[in-house]
């Protein structure tokens, strides 16, 4: 599951790609599905944004469409977190001029270490589990980011005011959950229709 290659794309780019991957991994169409759209709240208001609001199981085969990007720059993993479907093969860039490590304690990635690796080169692993991976570094331990993974692409990442909007969501009874770095959030059932809007939102709690 590991590998490195050299990197092919400017800084702008990888950027840009990033955010392109955000999008079309929650870009699944279905011309009669409902849409649901809200607001996260959380005690203290800076949690309310990386939030993601998502739908639990789904039925159907999602498979990955392609990989997703995190950059590490300026000491900081880009996005901060990045949720993806399961299976989907995440590459690490390195656009610092120093050395950095990735690593995770947590089962649901195998607790890997990617080692430690130069700038200018990419390393990847196949996120194969759901739930939440958070990212370290070793050399430096401020670092931290997350790579959550869902088993299908109905979810959405909240903005700084704790915004969402899930689209084309097949009709059908699920449940509604959000993921928090910090805090927790009440699921709630829903019932989507064809063509049809939600307005639903969760106040976060320790």
């Known amino acids: 599951m590991l590998k490195i290659?050299?990197?092919?794309?400017?800084?702008?780019?990888?950027?840009?790609?990033?955010?392109?991957?955000?999008?079309?991994?929650?870009?699944?169409?279905h011309a009669d599905g409902?849409?649901?759209t809200g607001a996260v709240t959380a005690p203290v208001p800076k949690f309310k944004k990386d939030c993601v609001v998502y739908i639990e199981n789904v039925p159907g085969d999602w498979t990955p469409a392609q990989n997703a990007h995190i950059?590490?720059?300026?000491?900081?993993?880009?996005p901060h977190v990045?949720?993806?479907?399961?299976?989907?093969?995440?590459?690490?860039?390195?656009?610092?001029?120093?050395l950095h490590n990735v690593f995770t304690p947590d089962k649901i990635a195998d607790k890997f270490n990617l080692g430690t690796w130069?700038?200018?080169?990419?390393?990847?692993?196949?996120?194969?589990q759901t739930g939440a991976a958070t990212l370290l570094c070793n050399v430096h331990v401020?670092?931290?980011g997350y790579v959550v993974v869902f088993q299908n692409p109905f979810f959405s990442?909240?903005?700084?005011?704790?915004?969402?909007?899930?689209?084309d969501v097949p009709a059908g009874s699920y449940t509604l959950k959000v993921w928090n770095?910090?805090?927790?959030?009440?699921?709630?059932?829903?019932?989507?229709?064809?063509?049809?809007?939600?307005?639903?939102?969760?106040?976060?709690?320790?």
């Open 71 to 78: 950059d590490q720059k300026g000491l900081v993993f880009i």
């Open 5 to 29: 290659r050299k990197i092919v794309c400017t800084a702008f780019l990888t950027v840009m790609s990033v955010s392109l991957i955000l999008a079309t991994t929650n870009g699944v169409s």
């Open 82 to 98: 990045l949720p993806i479907v399961v299976n989907t093969t995440v590459e690490f860039l390195n656009h610092d001029n120093v």
């Open 142 to 144: 401020e670092m931290e």
């Open 34 to 36: 409902g849409t649901i």
């Open 118 to 128: 130069p700038p200018g080169e990419i390393k990847t692993y196949a996120f194969k």
């Open 181 to 206: 770095k910090k805090y927790g959030g009440k699921p709630q059932q829903i019932e989507v229709k064809s063509g049809q809007a939600l307005q639903l939102n969760f106040e976060l709690k320790k």
């Open 157 to 167: 990442l909240t903005d700084e005011n704790g915004n969402y909007t899930i689209k």
